[in-house]
């Protein structure tokens, strides 16, 4: 069974910065990307930033987060500098592998870590 668990929230004043991180256990063949979501209270899920084959971010983090991946480690961090009230919010890890080779691609989900930027 493949289990992402993240850390890394917390309380943080607007200016501030956070590191969120994200291990992934259990077996898999190939880990094909990994990624970042969130959702704010009364919002739906949103996609922040991915690294695979190439790294993505939605626009409104461009400039102020970073995601970075070990394959090794089987880690994710996203470093989230420059945080604003309006990135309060549940974060997400997501992961996206195959378990044997030529098999179809699943995805996993953490549990969530809150982040709350607030004076």
């Known amino acids: 069974q493949v289990q992402l668990v993240e850390s890394g929230g917390g309380l943080v004043e607007p200016g501030g910065s956070l590191t969120l991180s994200c291990t992934l256990s259990?077996?898999?063949?190939?880990?094909?990307?990994m990624g970042w979501y969130r959702q704010a209270p009364g919002k739906q899920r949103e996609f922040v930033a991915s690294?695979?084959?190439?790294?993505n971010y939605v626009r409104s983090v461009l400039g102020r987060f970073t995601i970075s991946r070990d394959d090794i480690k089987r880690t994710s961090t996203l470093q989230m500098n420059s945080l604003r009230p309006e990135d309060t919010a549940i974060y997400y890890c997501?992961?996206?592998?195959?378990?044997?080779?030529?098999?179809?691609?699943?995805?996993?989900w953490g549990q969530g870590t809150q982040v709350t930027v607030s004076s």
């Open positions: 997501n992961a996206q592998y195959t378990t044997f080779a030529g098999g179809p691609s699943s995805t996993s």
């Open positions: 259990g077996n898999i063949f190939n880990l094909r990307s």
């Open positions: 690294r695979g084959n190439s790294t």
